[in-house]
């Protein structure tokens, strides 16, 4: 079982950055895919952005590619959401997972772990 804790939200302004971090433990991850995903109220959980680390591929949403960026290092079991130009949209509790496997998913049920999640408020 692989335990997910996030770190990095906060309130800032529209235009503003944030960096948010995944700390994972439990076992080794360099065979896996790591995910983030956020969701808004009454909204579904929504695909963000993973990593494959054994590939090093990336993929993004549409809606934050440009200014979002998804980085890690496997050897410490860390993966990062880099958030540029953040838009009030952005507003949700955004949270890490991970499956095993090469593929990047972007179904939430693709995903067998996740963290509890942070908040990350823009404001207009």
């Not at 065979?31 to 990593?51: C, H, L, Y």
Request: glycine share 12%; net charge neutral; hydrophobic share 35%.
């Amino acid at each position: 079982q692989v335990q997910l804790v996030e770190s990095g939200g906060g309130l800032v302004q529209a235009g503003d950055s944030l960096r948010l971090s995944c700390a994972a433990s439990g076992r080794h991850l360099s065979s896996n895919t790591m995910g983030w995903f956020r969701q808004a109220p009454g909204k579904d959980r929504e695909f963000v952005a993973a990593i494959s680390w054994a590939v090093n591929y990336t993929a993004y949403a549409r809606s934050v590619e440009g200014r979002f960026s998804i980085s890690g290092d496997s050897a410490v079991n860390t993966v990062h959401l880099q958030m540029n130009s953040l838009k009030p949209e952005d507003t949700a509790v955004y949270y890490c997972s991970s499956r095993g496997g090469l593929g990047i998913m972007k179904n939430p049920s693709a995903y067998d772990s996740w963290g509890q999640g942070t908040q990350v408020t823009v404001s207009s």
